[in-house]
């Protein structure tokens, strides 16, 4: 089911040379007066991950306690995967290279690899977090490169860089500017990374020490959990923890 949005939405668009978005720096202000947005109904509770699927039409979605999700670009389930693992996924990506599949679980803080046949779970690592606090742990990963971008939501707000081919953890960069760091996007464009704050209701474009380049409000999303981001296109697609609501969104940085 599709359902079509008009609105009227500003959005502050910034720059910053440090990790935290400074309304004094900001080169200008772009002011959208026909922003227009659509929005898909899904019907996965709790959507809390999103990567592009194994073929060009297609998304993984994932859901807290359901499951993965093969949908289309208006939101339709084709099928969900064998996969039946009770497990607390928050977030999805993939190689697309080799299809390899990854998984962050924020209940036992580990990232798992999806087997081939998609019925089981290959670890990859466990993350530890000293202060970490319960339900408050990883909420996003991206591939990129050989590398695992892994984002830990709260106390602290993390991004964690691992290297699969060594197996070993790179680099832990704390994230200043967020509320309640939600997900995170890999992009092979530029070699970025974008990063979604579903209290903020933001999205940061960033390097890959997670500095600020720019930023778009999403004010409109209740709880934005899970990104993707199609520069091609000039689109991002926003998945909706408490609706089950897919967004696609007008990139406007």
Not at 126 to 146: C, D, S, T
Not at 155 to 177: C, F, H, M, Q, V
Not at 213 to 237: F, H, T
Request: with cysteine; hydrophobic share 40%.
């Amino acid at each position: 089911m599709r359902i079509r949005f008009v609105v009227l939405v500003c959005f502050i668009l910034g720059t910053s040379v440090t990790c935290k978005p400074d309304k004094k720096n900001h080169k200008s202000k772009k002011e959208v007066t026909e922003k227009d947005f659509e929005v898909f109904t899904t019907g996965i509770s709790e959507f809390s991950g999103l990567c592009q699927g194994k073929t060009a039409d297609t998304f993984l979605a994932i859901s807290d306690k359901r499951g993965i999700f093969e949908i289309n670009k208006e939101g339709n389930i084709l099928r969900k995967l064998p996969l039946s693992e009770n497990i607390d996924f928050e977030a999805i990506t993939i190689n697309p290279v080799n299809n390899d599949i990854y998984l962050a679980d924020e209940g036992n803080m580990r990232i798992f690899k999806l087997s081939e046949d998609e019925r089981s779970l290959l670890p990859v690592t466990e993350i530890h977090i000293i202060g970490g606090v319960v339900n408050k742990g990883l909420e996003g990963v991206a591939y990129g490169n050989g590398v695992l971008y892994i984002v830990n939501q709260e106390s602290p707000s993390i991004l964690i860089k691992y290297e699969l081919n060594s197996g070993k953890e790179t680099d832990r960069i704390a994230i200043n500017y967020v509320q309640q760091l939600s997900d995170i996007f890999y992009d092979n464009n530029d070699n970025s990374l974008w990063i979604c704050d579903s209290k903020l209701k933001k999205v940061f474009h960033t390097d890959l020490n997670g500095i600020v380049i720019d930023y778009q409000s999403i004010d409109y999303v209740k709880k934005a959990e899970a990104i993707l981001v199609d520069r091609q296109a000039g689109i991002i697609w926003i998945g909706c923890d408490q609706t089950g609501f897919l967004y696609k969104i007008n990139l406007k940085i």
